[in-house]
């Protein structure tokens, strides 16, 4: 569908932070605008020329499409038409109130819907987090529309042996763990929505970030909430500005957390709608990843690619890069760009 809105970002206050002090949030010439996919209204962020090879950006939880800001532009001079959306439930992007219109079929399919409208055959897609369990199901469920998969911070082991919630019940018992947590309906959502700030400056941060001692140092699930459990940073990492922050806790004060959190009440639901898919990535995949983050627990790179080359065969490369945490893409954007280029350009 057309657009029915479109500007242009070049380091302008009412969009996008300006580029100021540390972490160079410029964002030169990305546009956006809202599109018509998969029913929903969407909204983009987009660099480059229709026509060239389409890459598409799917962020994670609790992200937005500028956290691609790095990426874009980069991508989009390497001779790309990237497109970087609010993911459903994000920003400026609808997001449903039934809590299933955000399981992997739908999440897969708004996925298809941006090739759709850009009118390419296939894309190639990255993902970050969330965006990267999006964009290995989507290579998994559309595998003519996705030639190539990359994932930063979340590899692809296939397929659980039972619902993922049972397991992570009977590892956690009664100690809290966040994704638990989101499964309780209006719960987790009362405590972001209501302190923003508090919980995406606890979240982003680096592995040697300084810390305040934690609020809450009991383990028990009911001894509260998430935000003071792991000590609020002293200060912010030194690849986000107070601008960029400002931007991300704009966007979750005007759309709230819930469509994000919803993502993870369809772990189960979507452990079953997989159940009788191919669980082999067949197409080309990048996977990059920071020895620190916790997504991995521990695993270095050898036992992730052991893991990983059963189901994805095609696996090229795994940069494995030191001392990195979870927001890779923003923490280490030179080396991301550069492994991202190098992929692409080799399919």
């Known amino acids: 569908m057309p657009s029915v809105s479109t500007r242009r970002y070049a380091v302008i206050r009412s969009g996008t932070p300006a580029s100021k002090g540390r972490g160079d949030s410029r964002v030169m010439m990305t546009r956006t605008r809202i599109i018509t996919n998969n029913g929903l209204r969407m909204r983009i962020a987009e660099a480059g020329e229709a026509g060239d090879p389409l890459v598409i950006l799917a962020h994670g939880w609790p992200e937005s499409w500028y956290s691609w800001r790095h990426q874009i532009d980069a991508l989009a001079g390497a001779g790309f038409h990237v497109i970087a959306p609010d993911m459903r439930g994000y920003g400026d992007t609808d997001a449903p109130s039934d809590v299933r219109a955000y399981d992997i079929v739908h999440l897969a ?45 979340v590899p692809y082991f296939g397929p659980p042996r039972e619902a993922p919630t049972k397991i992570w019940k009977q590892r956690h018992g009664d100690r809290f763990y966040y994704i638990l947590y989101h499964q309780e309906p209006g719960v987790a959502e009362a405590e972001y929505d209501a302190n923003p700030e508090g919980l995406l400056r606890m979240l982003y941060s680096s592995p040697d970030t300084p810390r305040h001692a934690p609020i809450i140092t009991d383990q ?27 931007y991300y806790v704009g966007e979750f004060s005007r759309a709230g957390f819930r469509g994000g959190i919803n993502y993870y009440r369809n772990f189960d639901r979507n452990h079953e709608l997989m159940e009788n898919v191919d669980p082999v990535v067949k197409i080309p995949a990048l996977f990059i990843v920071g020895d620190q983050d916790l997504v991995i627990a521990g695993m270095d790179r050898e036992q992730l690619e052991q893991r990983m080359r059963p189901v994805v ?35």
Do not use: Y
Not at 122 to 137: T, Y
């Open 220 to 246: 028990h699930k009911d001894a509260g909430g998430w935000i003071g459990r792991w000590g609020m940073p002293k200060t912010l990492p030194q690849w986000l500005s107070e601008e960029d922050l400002e």
């Open 313 to 347: 065969p095609h696996l090229r490369h795994i940069e494995w890069l030191e001392g990195a945490g979870h927001w890779i893409q923003q923490e280490r954007p030179e080396e991301c760009n550069r492994a991202l280029v190098a992929f692409l350009q080799d399919l």
């Open 109 to 153: 399919a708004d996925m298809v819907g941006i090739v759709d409208e850009a009118r390419a055959d296939q894309a190639a897609i990255i993902g970050h987090d969330w965006g990267s369990v999006v964009a290995w199901h989507a290579a998994l469920l559309h595998p003519n529309r996705f030639r190539a998969v990359a994932a930063l911070s």
